[in-house]
Structures are given as structure tokens and as C-alpha cells.
């Protein structure tokens, strides 16, 4: 019988795993969770601390809510779980699937753009609210329900109106983006800004970076950028509506988390991973990829486990 | 009876065995998903059609989109297909070969690829922009997505379904008086009709659970498979698999129409 031995010899050959370099050396297996905003240098730490140990590294890449949900709700566990808001670890992660997390690097909103869009010529940090509004222009935004870049640019927008003093402009602002143009994750959004479709975006200036963007810097007093000014933030808020509930978002210094879930497959090599990442030399790769590394990483939690507790200063 | 005999009904039975065995796992495969689908998510996605006007919405647009899309391919892909059936095309192979490029982009990719040919920077964009078609953000996108991700496969269904009809009938209808186009119309069409419409639930059913090109081109308004992706994210997966849930019950009554139509509209089976 020819075809069933095809077939069992395509499906042995399917199933066959190359021997990989993890269950040939016992070297260490980590799989990462990313939040997009973090993809690349994230990457590029995993490459290196792989070079250094042998370990064999994976990892995901999606928006920093969806990625909770895939522990929460599918039970799909990684080993190392990194997100673009600290909020989400204390929304849904914290206690019930890790006991701690660490801030480890710091963002800040910009306004990106490329030569092409209306307007980029004039653009700049004391007029770009007004080269936003212009009826001609497109801005894209991404979707406050579902990633902190989305309730964070509502954030932007009424610290904006207060810093300018310009009764009506966040409102202005948001009404430039109809629903056509927001999309669920800040990685879509500059899909559609390198396609032409959209003039400009608001977003990460890691993300901006990474991508090769112009970006307007924003004032430091607005762009979520400087854990110093908290209270200042903290001042604006943004009431968004899911189908069942209501959240309500303060403003606060964008600062990104990470953590080994409690139920990780190989939480060793989690940890081992992190304490890399927290080391002047991870920081230095996550500096040479546009991401703000915090000089001094905060553990927040219980239950630290020891081989990070080294890293609390 | 012989040794030989004993051993070859010994064999046909281990055969037969083995066939319903293969047949028993796969239906497992393809029906398990479904049913814990329908077991987890079936009754309160039936329940929430009555008060969730944004589920309703999304299915109604799906329904929409995916129908506008399917009749579009038929219009357009049929006299594609009857000329690859019948070999009239110039480079045939090549334009056959082509036609699956479509299926082996990943959907994502397939979007992006949309975007760049059919968004407002590129020319064919600005054009349909003009006659106010623009591809992001709206119906126009979504229909254009499900037209590449799943026209090749009406495409290609409809031209094996015309090339199973015999291109004598349609010869000996034109020695009757039938000009060319008359001819195919009153025979192969309904000849072929049954595989045509076949070939139309697939591409109806893949146009439906289109998600990775839709995305990307038309976030809002959202069909069903951008709305289950929307609440899985914000919600969790109890308000991601109604949604779904109610997509495949709904979807169902559809495809069994046009099942039991397909065998009705039967005109005989073609010959060979």
C-alpha cells in the first residue's frame, strides 16, 4: 500500500523534532511574551543573553492585554511575561498568576510621521496639536478598550488641552480619528503610516524608533515620559466604555513590566533571563534600541525570588 | 477454502478497519473543536442576539460582506475558469499556477499587500478613493480582503467543475444554431451547476471566517472574526466564544440551504 506509507512517513516527518540545541546541550528553554512595543529590543536582549548561554529562546509578540489573556484565559504560561503598562500587572496578572513584577524601563508618547504626510514640514512640539487638526490630515490612534497606547493618547490629549490652555481641544483631537482609523495594536498603526493611508500616529517613542519614524517630542509635561510628575499626570483621566463595564484610567509615567509567572515551565531560566535584562549590560542592549532602561529597576510584589532580589537597590 | 483466500479477507478486513479508524479520527479533529465551541459559547451567543446590538451588527456585515464578495467572484471568476477548464487561456499553466499564490499568504501578510496596492497612497487606491471605494476602514476594504483570500479557491473549484463537463455538448449545441456564449449558457452551465454552487459555499464559508487581512484593512466597522478577536482581548474568552459560537450556527443554515439546493439543482451527472 503505497499512500499510507506516504502518509505515515509524511506525518512521522511532521511530528519529528530536529534535535534541538536545548535537549542536546540541557540548556536552558526560555519563552518570552512581549508586548509589540517591546518586540525588537526584547529580541535583540534574547539573542545576546542566547549567545552568552546557550539557551534556547522563543518568544511572542502581541498587545499587552491580549498577551495577559492568553495566561488568564487559555493557560498558555511563558516563562518570562514582558508588558508596555505596569497597570495590566496589577489589573489581571497580579496576585493570581505572578506574586511580583519589576519596572524595568521607562516610554514616552510621541507624535510619528514620515516625509510624506501633510503637514511634515511644518510640524513641530509647539504647533503639532494644530497640524493634527487640520481637516485634511489622518491620524491614526489605537483602540483605548484594548492597549494602554490607546488610553494613553486620550491621557495626551487632556493633558494637552490643560498645558495649552485651549478649552476643547482633546475632544478636537479625538474627533480627528474616526472609528476607520483606530486599530486594535500600535504595531497595525504603523503599518498604515508607512502605507501613505495615515498622516500620523500617536505613539511610543520606542516603537517610533524601531521603525525608523520621525517624531515630534512632545513637552515633558504631557508625554507620559517622566516618573517625576506622577501627581502632574495623575490629573487627567479617561473614562473608556467596554460592552459590560467602565474603566477609568489616571494618568501616570508610562513604565513597563515584567515578570516569571508563578506557574512558568522553566522559571529558573525565567529568572535567569530577567536578571540579564535588569544587568547594565541588558540595559545597554534595551538602550541601544530607543528603550528608556530604569538606572534603577523597582521589584514590586512579594514572594521575589532570590536570585532577583540582588537587583532591588 | 484456501489459505490465500483466508488471508486476503484477513486483510480486506484490517483495510476496512483501518479506513473507518482514519475517517473516525479525523471527524474527531475537525468535530471536537466545534462542539466544545458550541458546548461553551452556543447558548449564551443565542442568548445574546436578542440584546447585543454590536454582535448583531457584526453578523449582519459579515453576512453582507461575505455574500457581496462570493457573488463578485462568481461573476468575475466563472469565464476565468471556463477558460482555464477549456485550455483557452494564454498561459493557462502559468495563470493557474498564480491564481494559488493568494492561498500561500499568510493572512497578515495579505493585508499588508492590500494596503500597498489598494490604499490611498498608491494609485489604484487614490482611483477607488475618487469613486469613494476607499479600501481602509470600510466595507470596500473587507469585501477585497475576502475576494483574495478565498476567490482562488472558488476559482479553481468552478474550473475543475466545468472541465468535468464534456466540451462536445456544447459543439453539438452550436451545430444547432447556439452561438458560442448561448451554447455554454444552456449546457455547461447547468451541466456544471451543481459544482459551481459547491464551489461558491466554499468560498462563502472562507469569506466568513476571513480575520488576519480583514484586520488590518478594516478594523471598524468589525465582522464577526475582528469582533471575537475585540472581546477575547478586552473581555476574555467567555465573551470571545459566543461570538463565535453564534458565527458557526448561523453560518450553518446557509451552507445546508445551499447543500440540499446543490442536490436538487443536480441535472444528471455529466458525463464522462
Given at each position: 500500500m503505497r499512500l499510507p506509507g506516504i502518509a505515515c512517513l509524511v506525518v512521522s516527518l511532521a511530528?519529528?523534532?530536529?534535535?534541538?540545541?536545548?535537549?542536546?546541550?540541557?540548556?536552558?528553554?526560555?519563552?518570552?511574551?512581549?508586548?509589540?512595543?517591546?518586540?525588537?529590543?526584547?529580541?535583540?536582549?534574547?539573542d545576546s543573553f542566547a549567545r552568552r548561554t546557550g539557551a534556547v529562546v522563543q518568544q511572542e509578540n502581541g498587545a499587552s492585554l491580549e498577551l495577559a489573556r492568553r495566561i488568564t484565559e487559555l493557560g498558555r504560561v511563558p516563562d518570562v511575561i514582558a508588558l508596555a503598562d505596569q497597570e495590566v500587572f496589577a489589573q489581571l496578572l497580579v496576585p493570581r498568576v505572578a506574586s511580583w513584577y519589576v519596572r524595568f524601563a521607562r516610554n514616552r508618547m510621541v507624535v510619528a510621521f514620515t516625509g510624506r504626510s501633510k503637514g511634515a514640514a511644518q510640524i513641530g512640539p509647539a504647533n503639532w496639536h494644530r497640524v493634527l487638526s487640520r481637516p485634511d490630515v489622518c491620524v491614526g490612534r489605537s483602540d483605548p478598550r484594548l492597549a494602554p497606547v490607546g488610553y494613553r493618547t486620550l491621557l495626551l490629549y487632556r493633558l494637552a488641552e490643560g498645558y495649552y490652555h485651549l478649552p476643547g481641544l482633546a475632544s478636537r483631537l479625538e474627533a480627528q480619528t474616526p472609528p476607520a482609523l483606530i486599530r486594535a495594536n500600535a504595531s497595525e498603526l504603523v503599518a498604515l503610516l508607512q502605507a501613505g493611508e495615515l498622516d500620523y500616529i500617536v505613539d511610543y517613542e520606542s516603537l517610533a524608533r524601531a521603525n525608523r519614524l520621525r517624531f515630534v517630542t512632545l513637552p515633558p509635561q504631557i508625554d507620559?515620559?517622566?516618573?517625576?510628575?506622577?501627581?502632574?499626570?495623575?490629573?487627567?483621566?479617561?473614562?473608556?466604555?467596554?460592552?459590560?463595564?467602565?474603566?477609568?484610567?489616571?494618568?501616570?509615567?508610562?513604565?513597563?513590566g515584567a515578570s516569571v509567572p508563578r506557574a512558568a515551565p522553566h522559571a529558573a531560566a525565567g529568572h535567569r533571563f530577567l536578571r540579564y535584562l535588569l544587568s547594565p549590560e541588558g540595559q545597554a542592549v534595551l538602550r541601544a534600541h530607543a528603550v528608556d532602561a530604569l538606572r534603577m529597576p523597582e521589584l514590586v510584589g512579594d514572594s521575589v525570588p532570590p536570585a532577583l532580589r540582588a537587583t532591588r537597590r | 477454502?484456501?489459505?490465500?483466500?483466508?488471508?486476503?479477507?484477513?486483510?480486506?478486513?484490517?483495510?476496512?478497519?483501518?479506513?473507518?479508524?482514519?475517517?473516525v479520527?479525523?471527524?474527531?479533529l475537525l468535530g471536537l473543536p466545534i462542539v466544545a465551541l458550541l458546548l461553551r459559547g452556543g447558548v449564551s451567543g443565542l442568548g445574546q442576539l436578542g440584546s447585543d446590538r454590536e454582535l448583531r451588527a457584526a453578523l449582519w456585515l459579515t453576512a453582507q460582506t461575505a455574500t457581496v464578495a462570493t457573488l463578485l467572484a462568481m461573476l468575475l471568476g466563472t469565464p476565468l475558469a471556463y477558460l482555464l477548464a477549456r485550455g483557452r487561456m494564454p498561459a493557462g499553466a502559468l495563470v493557474g499556477a498564480l491564481l494559488d499564490l493568494p492561498l500561500l499568504i499568510p493572512h497578515p501578510v495579505a493585508g499588508m499587500a492590500l494596503l500597498l496596492a489598494f490604499g490611498r497612497a498608491s494609485p489604484a487606491g487614490a482611483a477607488l478613493a475618487q469613486i469613494g471605494l476607499a479600501?481602509?476602514?470600510?466595507?470596500?476594504?473587507?469585501?477585497?480582503?475576502?475576494?483574495?483570500?478565498?476567490?482562488p479557491l472558488y476559482v479553481s473549484a468552478a474550473r475543475e467543475a466545468i472541465a468535468r463537463v464534456d466540451e462536445r455538448?456544447?459543439?453539438?449545441?452550436?451545430?444547432?444554431?447556439?452561438?458560442?456564449?448561448?451554447?455554454?449558457?444552456?449546457?455547461?452551465?447547468?451541466?456544471?451547476?451543481r459544482g459551481l454552487v459547491a464551489a461558491a459555499v466554499v468560498m462563502w464559508a472562507r469569506a466568513v471566517s476571513e480575520f488576519g487581512a480583514i484586520v488590518i484593512?478594516?478594523?471598524?466597522?468589525?465582522?464577526?472574526?475582528?469582533?471575537?478577536?475585540?472581546?477575547?482581548?478586552?473581555?476574555?474568552?467567555?465573551?470571545?466564544?459566543p461570538v463565535a459560537a453564534v458565527l458557526v450556527i448561523l453560518a450553518l443554515v446557509p451552507l445546508l440551504v445551499l447543500r440540499s439546493l446543490r442536490a436538487g439543482t443536480a441535472l444528471g451527472e455529466p458525463a464522462r
Open positions: 511530528f519529528a523534532r530536529p534535535r534541538d540545541a536545548a535537549a542536546a546541550s540541557g540548556a536552558d528553554t526560555v519563552v518570552v511574551f512581549t508586548a509589540a512595543s517591546l518586540a525588537v529590543p526584547i529580541r535583540a536582549a534574547l507620559l515620559g517622566d516618573p517625576a510628575r506622577a501627581s502632574q499626570y495623575a490629573r487627567a483621566t479617561v473614562r473608556v466604555a467596554r460592552r459590560t463595564d467602565t474603566t477609568t484610567y489616571a494618568g501616570a509615567p508610562i513604565v513597563y | 477454502m484456501s489459505d490465500a483466500a483466508v488471508r486476503g479477507r484477513g486483510t480486506h478486513r484490517v483495510a476496512a478497519a483501518g479506513v473507518v479508524a482514519g475517517a479520527l479525523l471527524l474527531a479600501v481602509v476602514g470600510s466595507r470596500t476594504g473587507i469585501v477585497l480582503a475576502m475576494l483574495f483570500v478565498a476567490a455538448y456544447e459543439s453539438v449545441a452550436r451545430t444547432l444554431g447556439d452561438s458560442p456564449v448561448r451554447a455554454v449558457w444552456r449546457v455547461t452551465r447547468p451541466l456544471a451547476g484593512l478594516t478594523y471598524n466597522p468589525k465582522v464577526a472574526s475582528v469582533l471575537s478577536y475585540d472581546r477575547f482581548t478586552g473581555e476574555g474568552l467567555d465573551a470571545a466564544l
